[in-house]
Antibody, heavy 119, light 111 residues
Framework: QVQLVQSGPEVKKPGASVKVSCKAP????????LHWVRQAPGQGLEWVGW????????NYAQKFQGRVTMTTDTYTTTAHMELRSLTSDDTALYFC????????????WGQGTLVTVSS | QSALTQPPSASGSPGQSVTISCTGS?????????VSWYQQHPGKAPRLIIY???KRPSGVPDRFSGSKSGNTASLTVSGLQAGDEAEYYC???????????FGGGTKLAVL
């Protein structure tokens, strides 16, 4: 069973950038790639993007294109998501998640990383 | 505004069945057999309960079932239990330009 462990909470000022990490300790990088999903306080799930296990192929939600970068380090089985030009609307719990059945669903989730954007 | 439309709430009594709909378009739900459903309890990460329209991951009770007709997918929870009270989200593959889209979520109450 894959476990995903994410980095700790972050507090950032508007206009800054944040980098969240997600590690799968003891496992090879998930073959179906890794999704990033966020959830603003009291709101629903919002898909941010996906990165493949090989060649760093990415697919970002149109809303975040130009502002997000996802990378992986297969040697450390760690994925990173960097989000730039933060606003208060980016305050959310950010999850990494991966699937064992197909590229579009996720049965393993990290614990979430709270990113707070406040002046 | 979410790409997929779900009713904001649903309810049922213990033992009853309830169905939650998820309406999209031919570009997502109607175009691919990659509809997933997630259950989320407060303060927890989502849990996958249905993938590829009607498949259940290991460990998910067969009280949960999924289906699709045209641009609308449905999740049916039968034999409602108190522990089923949660938020339910649908998602779908939506092509290479919008890999995954979510519904707005449905809060299921077990009365």
């Amino acid at each position: 069973q894959v476990q995903l462990v994410q980095s700790g909470p972050e507090v950032k000022k508007p206009g800054a950038s944040v980098k969240v990490s997600c590690k799968a300790p003891g496992y090879a990088f998930p073959s179906y790639g890794l999704h990033w999903v966020r959830q603003a306080p009291g709101q629903g799930l919002e898909w941010v993007g996906w990165i493949s296990a090989v060649q760093d192929n990415t697919n970002y939600a149109q809303k975040f294109q130009g502002r997000v970068t996802m990378t992986t380090d297969t040697y450390t089985t760690t994925a990173h998501m960097e989000l730039r030009s933060l606003t208060s609307d980016d305050t959310a719990l950010y999850f990494c998640a991966t699937g064992s059945t197909d590229w579009y669903s996720a049965d393993y989730w990290g614990q979430g990383t709270l990113v707070t954007v406040s002046s | 505004q979410s790409a997929l439309t779900q009713p904001p709430s649903a309810s049922g009594s213990p033992g009853q069945s309830v169905t939650i709909s998820c309406t999209g378009s031919s570009s997502d739900v109607g175009g691919y057999n990659y509809v997933s459903w997630y259950q989320q309890h407060p303060g927890k990460a989502p849990r996958l309960i249905i993938y590829e329209v009607d498949k259940r991951p290991s460990g998910v009770p067969d009280r949960f079932s999924g289906s699709k007709s045209g641009n609308t997918a449905s999740l049916t929870v039968s034999g409602l239990q108190a522990g089923d009270e949660a938020e339910y989200y649908c998602s779908s593959h939506a092509g290479s330009s919008n890999f995954v889209v979510f519904g707005g979520g449905t809060k299921l109450a077990v009365l």
